[in-house]
């Protein structure tokens, strides 16, 4: 009872200091744009910890976050491996060469509007459809190892980033365009000072779209089969064999390598579209 | 009309035909093996040796057996054609049949898929709107609800998805369709509740003053002005949204266990070595993906249309 009378009360205390901090003189400082979300999570970790120690959970239910950081920190190991194969050999690859390969076909897309104009709601249909579900067709193709979940997230970050991108290239309005052909400038020259930088904006919003959908895809293939290594593998067989802990301590894994990868994406962004309105201010 | 449609109908031609010349390549390997097996000359014999022999070469050599490709029982790239019949097959041919709902009937399998769909979709706008109005009312919920939901969409749900079915499992919630609405659920929100702070904001600062003129209260500003102004981001919200949620839901029905639904089938066509019952199922949820969309576009139209909004 206590643990739970404990965690209520604290709960009670942090929404009173959330709610002094907005609503006091400073709470346009950086420090407390920061303190209140931070506050927020600690609360929800609070209750979490304080239910489950309170109503007495069975660990194999669902432990506490104190118990998850304890079989994260014991097997650093085992999460090292895991995040190698699944983040560095399969995500990260597969958004490699995604990302280039939808910037190369956007590029050469953009030349002709017949092909733009055709290829665009096609496009934006198949990002909006579960392509997951091809997942087990790749594993098949490309074998176990982290080629398939590579070819994978290829696929599922294809589309996303292909229609941005062709929707950014047609972002500079005409005017802009007459400058540059007023200049004399080549279909290159136009292309590397004008349109990809108004551009960016776009791509890099089908990048963090992607980001997501890359870690989806490559632990989404390795459920159909994977070298005895690798997140999806372990939360697949843990569930199984009821290494509940574990599954949760590459959850939280997960959970940083998704904010890190979306983190680094938009901070990318941020250097890039300086410029841009939504960037200043 | 015709002018919007030429264009993709060439592009979908295009890459139909892509598809129909790569099933060539990707089924010579076991073409030649079946071919072999049934007593015909291939160069070289023997699937050993052939394994170290590219395609492009496997049908030059063989070019009799090419076309065996294209009508095999398990290939690795079926045709449309052969996934065109296999839809047919477990569908309109059924229905004819009468044997709509039969467990072998991708109609039964997308309705299953099709209602945890639906209870997600709900769950989430439901929450999306209610964060969004108060996030839009309350500079608290603005400060730290707003960068919680950015933070939840850059964890990856399919780790989690597994956890929430042995959950609901372990609290005693019968069946899946209660996991996989919340997994749908979990992926549909964050559009409708961006879309709708976006649009209960969009209103502007002279007409929320005219309403105070007006001497109109919290409520009826919100109903009479912020609400009718954010309908057509909700729409917008709404179609990413009933999209996402058809993802999470499949999503959920991946992991091991499930024994219905569109994910499921494609899970057991992996088990049972039966491609051709992955690629209608994926097919048959593109196609419901489609519909889905379509459906609120229309209701959109209509909408908007009765609201006196010019598109």
């Given at each position: 009872m206590t643990w739970i009378a404990a965690a209520l009360a604290f709960w009670a205390l942090a929404w009173f200091a959330n709610v002094r901090l907005a609503n006091s003189a400073i709470s346009h400082t950086l420090a407390v744009r920061i303190a209140i979300p931070l506050i927020f999570g600690l609360t929800l970790l609070v209750l979490w910890e304080g239910l489950v120690r309170g109503l007495s959970v069975s660990p194999v239910i669902l432990p506490a976050p104190s118990q998850i950081m304890t079989v994260f920190a014991a097997s650093t190991d085992i999460l090292w491996i895991d995040f190698v194969q699944t983040v560095i050999k399969g995500a990260l690859r597969g958004f490699l060469i995604g990302a280039i390969a939808a910037f190369v076909a956007a590029i050469l897309i953009d030349r002709s509007p017949f092909l733009?104009?055709?290829?665009?709601?096609?496009?934006?249909?198949?990002?909006?459809?579960?392509?997951?579900?091809?997942?087990?067709?790749?594993?098949?193709?490309?074998?176990?190892?982290?080629?398939?979940?590579?070819?994978?997230?290829?696929v599922m970050v294809f589309f996303p980033i292909l229609v941005n991108t062709v929707q950014g290239l047609r972002e500079t309005e005409s005017m802009q365009r007459d400058l540059m052909q007023t200049y004399a400038a080549s279909y290159l020259q136009?292309?590397?000072?004008?349109?990809?930088?108004?551009?960016?904006?776009f791509i890099f919003n089908g990048l963090k779209i992607a980001t997501t959908l890359a870690l989806i895809g490559a632990i989404v293939a390795e459920y159909f089969g994977s070298p005895t290594r690798g997140m999806g593998f372990r939360i697949s067989t843990g569930v199984?064999?009821?290494?509940?802990?574990?599954?949760?301590a590459e959850i939280f894994v997960s959970a940083l390598v998704g904010s890190a990868f979306y983190g680094i994406v938009a901070w990318t962004e941020k250097r890039v579209t300086f410029w841009h309105p939504s960037q200043r201010g | 009309m015709t002018r919007g449609l030429a264009p993709i109908l060439t592009v979908l031609v295009a890459l139909v035909a892509i598809w129909w010349l790569a099933v060539a390549p990707m089924n010579i390997r076991p073409a030649l093996d079946?071919?072999?097996?049934?007593?015909?000359?291939?160069?070289?014999?023997?699937?050993?040796?052939?394994r170290d022999v590219s395609v492009w070469r496997l049908m030059m050599n063989n070019p009799s057996h090419v076309s065996g490709g294209y009508s095999l029982e398990r290939p690795r790239l079926p045709t449309p054609t052969q996934v065109g019949q296999e839809i047919w097959k477990t569908t309109g041919a059924m229905v004819l049949r009468g044997r709509a709902w039969s467990k072998r009937s991708l109609i039964y399998h997308g309705w299953i898929t099709l209602q945890s769909t639906f209870w997600g979709f709900l769950l989430g706008t439901t929450l999306g709107i209610l964060g969004a109005v108060a996030i839009v009312y309350s500079r608290v919920a603005d400060m730290s609800l707003l960068p919680w939901a950015i933070i939840s969409q850059t964890i990856p749900i399919v780790a989690l998805a597994p956890m929430i079915i042995v959950l609901s499992n372990q609290v005693g919630i019968e069946g899946r369709t209660v996991p996989k609405a919340i997994i749908?659920?979990?992926?549909?929100?964050?559009?409708?509740?961006?879309?709708?702070?976006?649009?209960?904001?969009?209103?502007?600062?002279?007409?929320?003053?005219?309403?105070?003129?007006?001497?109109?209260g919290g409520a009826q500003s919100f109903f009479k002005l912020r609400l009718p102004a954010s309908v057509p981001y909700l729409f917008t919200a709404l179609k990413v949204g009933i999209a996402a949620a058809l993802v999470g839901t499949i999503v959920g029905e991946l992991p091991t266990g499930a024994i219905s639904g569109l994910g499921?089938?494609?899970?057991?066509?992996?088990q049972f070595g039966t491609p051709l019952a992955i690629w209608s199922a994926l097919f048959c949820a593109a196609i419901?993906?489609?519909?889905?969309?379509?459906?609120?576009?229309?209701?959109?139209?209509?909408?908007l249309r009765r609201m006196g909004f010019r598109s």
């Amino acid at each position: 009872m206590t643990w739970i009378a404990a965690a209520l009360a604290f709960w009670a205390l942090a929404w009173f200091a959330n709610v002094r901090l907005a609503n006091s003189a400073i709470s346009h400082t950086l420090a407390v744009r920061i303190a209140i979300p931070l506050i927020f999570g600690l609360t929800l970790l609070v209750l979490w910890e304080g239910l489950v120690r309170g109503l007495s959970v069975s660990p194999v239910i669902l432990p506490a976050p104190s118990q998850i950081m304890t079989v994260f920190a014991a097997s650093t190991d085992i999460l090292w491996i895991d995040f190698v194969q699944t983040v560095i050999k399969g995500a990260l690859r597969g958004f490699l060469i995604g990302a280039i390969a939808a910037f190369v076909a956007a590029i050469l897309i953009d030349r002709s509007p017949f092909l733009t104009r055709g290829l665009l709601p096609i496009g934006n249909f198949v990002a909006a459809l579960p392509i997951v579900g091809i997942a087990p067709i790749l594993v098949n193709w490309f074998g176990f190892d982290w080629q398939s979940k590579a070819a994978v997230v290829v696929v599922m970050v294809f589309f996303p980033i292909l229609v941005n991108t062709v929707q950014g290239l047609r972002e500079t309005e005409s005017m802009q365009r007459d400058l540059m052909q007023t200049y004399a400038a080549s279909y290159l020259q136009t292309l590397l000072k004008l349109r990809l930088p108004a551009a960016m904006p776009f791509i890099f919003n089908g990048l963090k779209i992607a980001t997501t959908l890359a870690l989806i895809g490559a632990i989404v293939a390795e459920y159909f089969g994977s070298p005895t290594r690798g997140m999806g593998f372990r939360i697949s067989t843990g569930v199984g064999s009821l290494a509940i802990d574990l599954v949760w301590a590459e959850i939280f894994v997960s959970a940083l390598v998704g904010s890190a990868f979306y983190g680094i994406v938009a901070w990318t962004e941020k250097r890039v579209t300086f410029w841009h309105p939504s960037q200043r201010g | 009309m015709t002018r919007g449609l030429a264009p993709i109908l060439t592009v979908l031609v295009a890459l139909v035909a892509i598809w129909w010349l790569a099933v060539a390549p990707m089924n010579i390997r076991p073409a030649l093996d079946i071919a072999e097996r049934g007593g015909a000359e291939v160069t070289p014999t023997g699937s050993v040796e052939r394994r170290d022999v590219s395609v492009w070469r496997l049908m030059m050599n063989n070019p009799s057996h090419v076309s065996g490709g294209y009508s095999l029982e398990r290939p690795r790239l079926p045709t449309p054609t052969q996934v065109g019949q296999e839809i047919w097959k477990t569908t309109g041919a059924m229905v004819l049949r009468g044997r709509a709902w039969s467990k072998r009937s991708l109609i039964y399998h997308g309705w299953i898929t099709l209602q945890s769909t639906f209870w997600g979709f709900l769950l989430g706008t439901t929450l999306g709107i209610l964060g969004a109005v108060a996030i839009v009312y309350s500079r608290v919920a603005d400060m730290s609800l707003l960068p919680w939901a950015i933070i939840s969409q850059t964890i990856p749900i399919v780790a989690l998805a597994p956890m929430i079915i042995v959950l609901s499992n372990q609290v005693g919630i019968e069946g899946r369709t209660v996991p996989k609405a919340i997994i749908s659920a979990y992926l549909c929100y964050f559009p409708v509740l961006v879309s709708m702070v976006k649009g209960l904001r969009s209103p502007a600062v002279s007409q929320l003053d005219l309403l105070k003129t007006y001497n109109a209260g919290g409520a009826q500003s919100f109903f009479k002005l912020r609400l009718p102004a954010s309908v057509p981001y909700l729409f917008t919200a709404l179609k990413v949204g009933i999209a996402a949620a058809l993802v999470g839901t499949i999503v959920g029905e991946l992991p091991t266990g499930a024994i219905s639904g569109l994910g499921a089938r494609i899970l057991i066509g992996d088990q049972f070595g039966t491609p051709l019952a992955i690629w209608s199922a994926l097919f048959c949820a593109a196609i419901l993906a489609g519909a889905l969309v379509t459906l609120l576009d229309i209701t959109q139209r209509l909408t908007l249309r009765r609201m006196g909004f010019r598109s």
